[in-house]
């Protein structure tokens, strides 16, 4: 199915893209905990790839493609040396970096979710998947960078359910059999603009409703 919806060296260029973008953003982080450049590394290398080894690793697409394309193990190390040497500038072009993390969430959420169905699995464990695909290597960077993940924390704009969006739109074009470049292109840009909007007008999710209780206190 992915090979109907993009070309094979489109596909590897975006996700090369996607990579790079998303090891930078686990590199600042490390930055800012004060690590070293192996800390760096690491961060960088668990943020690009994580979400994408443990679709795959669950879906038994093994050895996985960070494994067998040296581009994928590489791509973050080239986002390692240019926050180690240049993180000051690259902070400074946070909403650039923000930008293009975005698009890769969108493309990632699509991607993830069309392989994982590819392997067998049902529409809502592709969807979840999918998911999984896009967000898995930011939790996995704050995990190890003992931070509690940002799609968990109320007070950081939405970041996961863009990308559920984009994964259940994916889903449901399987369904209705009507998933092609376009439409699968228009689930890219639906999850891409709504985490956009997020950061813009930082939307975020409801906590629990929070009241008084009306029953009378133990004495």
Request: proline content about 1%; aromatic content about 6%; glycine content about 10%.
């Given at each position: 199915m992915l090979q109907q919806l993009f070309s094979p060296s489109l596909l590897h260029?975006?996700?090369?893209?996607?990579?790079?973008?998303?090891?930078?953003?686990?590199?600042?982080?490390?930055?800012?905990?004060?690590?070293?450049?192996?800390?760096?590394?690491?961060?960088?290398?668990?943020?690009?790839?994580?979400?994408?080894?443990?679709?795959?690793?669950?879906?038994g697409a093994v050895p996985p493609a960070a494994f067998t394309d040296l581009g994928y193990f590489v791509t973050p190390l080239l986002a390692v040396a240019l926050v180690f040497f240049l993180h000051p500038h690259v902070e400074r072009i946070q909403n650039a970096v923000n930008f293009f993390d975005a698009a890769g969430l969108g493309l990632f959420c699509v991607v993830g979710t069309a392989k994982a169905y590819d392997y067998g699995l049902?529409?809502?464990?592709?969807?979840?998947?999918?998911?999984?695909?896009a967000v898995g290597g930011g939790v996995l960077r704050d995990v190890l960078a003992n931070e509690v993940p940002s799609l968990l924390r109320w007070d950081r704009d939405l970041y996961?359910?863009?990308?559920?969006?984009?994964?259940?739109?994916?889903?449901?074009?399987?369904?209705?059999?009507?998933?092609?470049?376009?439409?699968s292109s228009l689930a890219v840009i639906t999850a891409f603009v709504l985490r956009l909007l997020a950061l813009r007008y930082h939307w975020r999710a409801p906590r629990a409703w929070q009241?008084?209780?009306?029953?009378?206190?133990e004495e």
């Open positions: 260029a975006l996700d090369l893209i996607g990579i790079f973008v998303f090891a930078i953003s686990g590199a600042l982080l490390a930055v800012r905990k004060n690590l070293d450049v192996f800390g760096i590394a690491v961060l960088a290398e668990a943020t690009a790839l994580g979400g994408g080894l443990f679709r795959d690793v669950v879906i049902g529409l809502t464990a592709s969807a979840c998947l999918g998911l999984v695909t996961a359910v863009p990308a559920l969006v984009g994964a259940t739109m994916v889903a449901l074009c399987i369904h209705f059999d009507v998933l092609n470049a376009f439409t009241r008084r209780s009306t029953a009378r206190e």
